[in-house]
């Protein structure tokens, strides 16, 4: 493809230089530029492209694309020649037009379905993929616990690939056979434009709550990039099949949604006179029935997933299944086939007589749900075990410890991925929020800061019928210290320890 082709989608401020070149890569990394690379300039946290702008050229880049004035004057390549210049409005966006446009337009050989929210992703994206794949479907999946697609799979580098690495991947479905692309779009992949270049067939809202303030500073901005998804991405530049957008009807925004939403919607929930709604909910620690009524009539599901927060997270799915023209038995069998999503209210079994639950629980309303499931289904007390992140939002620290010790028996504040921040300094933040609380409306805690410590301090303090909650890095197997990455798997160690105890009885 010449560099002429690729420019196609751009909106582009300024065109200069010879466009008959041939391209090979597109990249904003110029150590990876190589003779027919397109160099893409990008502002970022800590670096700026543009600073890499001529040396990019010199390495051999056919075009390189700027977002500043500055760079008309352009380097010789090698053997001859000078790289094109194209100055455009957003260089971010740019980078997943052109990786679009290079791999031959992936989302638009896949019906894309994209779910966002500050909970729930992971889940809905899990049972939409179970739910298509037992329709016949060939479906990809991009989230946070990987990516995977037929017998590939792949370490999840973000929630949401950078736009290249999606662009590629998509094609990589597309070529391997994937009818479907399945993805979580974090709310950082909207406001950085990672998904540009992406046409959307079905988009779900789940739910907005505090998180990620860190790096959207303020909620509505939050909000926005959200909300993004169900305009911007839903277009119909490349494809003019049906779309749907489904949105909680229970979470408060879900009216702004409705309002913007360019595409036909269904709105699902618990409470609210959703399109799709449950009713007659049963929850135990086995798992967890209910009916729905839907626009296409009534279902009685049965599940292994445990939890209120999970029956929203099933009316999501449902309604993806129903839009991709799902029969209701077909619906019906393929939810009570899930058996577990990783790291999602996952159990830990090694035959004790209490329970052990892993989840990635990381914020104050992720946590009062897995709480709220917990207190619905014990038959004991509750053991909540739970961190916080370092180098994120510090504001959600003190409320997660309110809610914690309002609805635990027990609450063990322990170390999560400190990273750079002094880790006494994240668990005395979330103490503040615990001691702010009056004597009567919590309950007792403890701190240790060493995570292993502290599920083993959990998993002996619990007796027969008590309910041990491990929250806060679910299926990750990792543990940030500073700069350093170890491997740490809150599953392993809680096995560990309840092998330990079991053989010391």
Not at 10 to 24: A, H, P, R, T, Y
Not at 128 to 154: D, I, M, N, P
């Amino acid at each position: 493809m010449t560099l002429q082709e690729l420019i196609t989608s751009l909106d582009s401020v300024m065109i200069k230089g010879n466009l008959q070149c041939e391209v090979v890569s597109i990249t904003e990394d110029s150590r990876q530029v190589k003779p027919g690379s397109v160099f893409v300039a990008i502002r970022g946290e800590h670096q700026d492209g543009h600073q890499f702008v001529r040396q990019a050229q010199t390495q051999g880049a056919v075009g390189v694309v700027v977002e500043e004035e500055g760079f008309e004057t352009l380097e010789p390549l090698q053997g001859g020649g000078s790289s094109a210049l194209i100055r455009v409005k957003s260089s971010r966006k740019a980078l997943g037009l052109l990786a679009s446009r290079l791999y031959d337009m992936p989302s638009a050989r896949l019906q894309m379905v994209g779910v966002t929210g500050t909970n729930g992703k992971t889940t809905v994206t899990h049972l939409a993929k179970s739910l298509l794949e037992a329709q016949g479907h060939h479906v990809g999946l991009l989230g946070t616990v990987g990516y995977v697609f037929g017998t590939e799979r792949r370490v999840a580098s973000h929630t949401t690939p950078a736009p290249v690495e999606l662009q590629d991947m998509l094609r990589a479905m597309a070529n391997a056979g994937m009818d479907v692309a399945v993805m979580e779009v974090s709310s950082h992949a909207l406001a950085l434009d990672r998904v540009a270049g992406c046409e959307f067939d079905i988009v779900v809202f789940t739910n907005l709550t505090q998180d990620h303030l860190d790096f959207h500073r303020t909620f509505d901005e939050y909000f926005h990039a959200k909300l993004r998804l169900f305009t911007e991405y839903v277009d119909g530049r490349q494809k003019t099949g049906p779309k749907r957008a489904l949105v909680n009807a229970d979470d408060e925004r879900a009216s702004m949604i409705l309002q913007h939403c360019s595409i036909p919607t269904w709105t699902f929930g618990l409470h609210a006179q959703a399109d799709i709604r449950a009713e007659a909910i049963n929850l135990s620690m086995g798992g967890t029935e209910f009916l729905v009524n839907s626009p296409l009539g009534r279902l009685t599901i049965s599940s292994r997933l445990v939890g209120e927060h999970n029956v929203s997270n099933m009316l999501a799915a449902i309604g993806i299944g129903l839009e991709m023209g799902m029969t209701i038995p077909m619906i019906e069998r393929a939810v009570q086939l899930v058996v577990n999503v990783p790291g999602r209210f996952e159990r830990i079994d090694e035959g004790q007589a209490f329970t052990v639950v892993v989840d990635y629980a990381h914020t104050e309303d992720a946590l009062y749900r897995l709480l709220r499931a917990a207190r619905a289904i014990k038959q004991g007390r509750i053991i909540t075990l739970f961190g916080c992140g370092g180098d994120r939002d510090s504001g959600k620290r003190p409320k997660m410890g309110q809610v914690a010790a309002r609805h635990s028996d027990l609450v063990i504040v322990t170390s999560d991925n400190p990273r750079t921040e002094n880790a006494h300094t994240i668990l005395t933040q979330i103490e503040q929020g615990i001691q702010s609380l009056r004597p009567e409306e919590r309950c007792h805690y403890r701190i240790i800061p060493d995570r292993a410590e502290a599920i083993h301090a959990a998993v002996a303090e619990a007796k027969a019928g008590d309910l041990v909650l491990i929250a806060g890095k679910g299926h990750e197997d990792y543990q940030i210290i500073g700069t350093q990455k170890i491997h740490f798997d809150d599953r392993e160690v809680a096995r560990k320890a309840l092998h330990q105890q079991m053989g010391s009885a």
